[in-house]
């Protein structure tokens, strides 16, 4: 029903899915009863509920205007297009409207600049996305120099199924000729579509479903690289980021490219997967595993604590005047 009302209302799929009537007069409430509050949107569809009168924030999450154009790009499904396209404009609408009216969150310096050429008077700061302090990570040495590739994330997601299906089609089938035995694939989240399972099924991938943080926290830790293989990236700069805070390299597509400085051996980010193998094997023949790599990507996404993220919001926010 919400991609009908978003169709014939002209709306945003989110606005029609969450908010509700309920929602809407409870938040109604809620601003009568604090009329002196900060409010802060969660996401641009929420900032529908229009409480203009007073000091807003919009965290953007990701740059909604490609997401939605990705969405339409990437599926054959005419609702979910017609969606998707629909869905677009209405967000093009609000950001060319809301002209001094927010201070707008991003998640990247990338998603910053394309936001300032949606619309006029883009006021602005960048919050990353952010991972939990830890002075150390776990590592289990290999026992051998068998190749070993994960994947994390919602199972039943589109976008994962789409980088899935992406890899299998682009990067899998070179890298198991070449290697054969001695590379497997792990993929590991939530409530795995049928689509998921028999994908895995067919290609001889280990399916780790709705598992508990300490086997995810055993995988990453035995794992030789996570995969970020998406052929279009709305939602992947978390991914990243897990990754590197436990103290895993990433191989991953050119579109992840999120945040300065994040391309640094022994992560290779390419979409060619000639580059993949070449790099997979130097890593395998030479230098299979280092701790020093390990070490390098833990202290980058360290410099992404929620502690720092919170230290640099907050002087943004100074040097804004609030």
């Known amino acids: 029903m919400a991609a009908v009302r978003t169709l014939t209302l002209n709306s945003h799929y989110l606005v029609e899915k969450y908010l509700t009537g309920t929602y809407r007069k409870k938040s109604r409430q809620l601003l009568q009863e604090n009329p002196s509050a900060v409010v802060v949107y969660s996401c641009i569809a929420s900032a529908d509920l229009r409480a203009d009168a007073r000091t807003t924030f919009v965290l953007t999450q990701n740059d909604d205007v490609a997401f939605y154009q990705n969405q339409y790009e990437f599926t054959r499904n005419p609702l979910h297009k017609a969606v998707a396209a629909r869905t677009k404009a209405w967000t093009i609408d609000f950001l060319k409207n809301s002209a001094n009216k927010h201070v707008f969150v991003h998640i990247t310096e990338i998603d910053q600049r394309s936001y300032a050429g949606y619309m006029e008077g883009h006021r602005s700061i960048v919050a990353p996305a952010g991972v939990d302090w830890k002075p150390y990570f776990r590592w289990d ?15 039943s997601v589109k976008m994962n199924l789409d980088a899935l299906l992406f890899f299998r089609d682009k990067f899998w089938h070179l890298l198991k000729d070449h290697f054969q035995e001695g590379i497997e694939l792990w ?21 780790y479903p709705d598992i508990r943080d300490e086997k995810l926290h055993f995988l990453y830790a035995s794992a030789t690289f996570g995969i970020l293989p998406f052929e279009y990236s709305n939602g992947a700069k978390i991914k990243l980021i897990s990754c590197l805070a436990a103290g895993l390299p990433v191989l991953a597509t050119d579109c992840v490219k999120a945040m300065p400085e994040q391309e640094f051996h022994p992560n290779l980010f390419s979409n060619d997967p000639n580059r993949w193998l070449e790099h997979l094997k130097k890593c395998r023949d030479v230098e299979m595993d280092t701790a020093q790599g390990r070490i390098a990507c833990h202290e980058f996404a360290m410099k992404y604590s929620w502690q720092q993220v919170a230290t640099k919001l907050n002087d943004d926010l100074a040097a804004m005047g609030y």
């Open 187 to 207: 993929v590991a989240g939530s409530r795995p579509t049928s689509s998921i399972v028999s994908l895995c099924k067919q290609q001889g991938w280990g399916l």
């Open 141 to 155: 040495s290999p026992p051998d120099k068998r190749i070993r590739l994960l994947f994390c994330g919602s199972l």
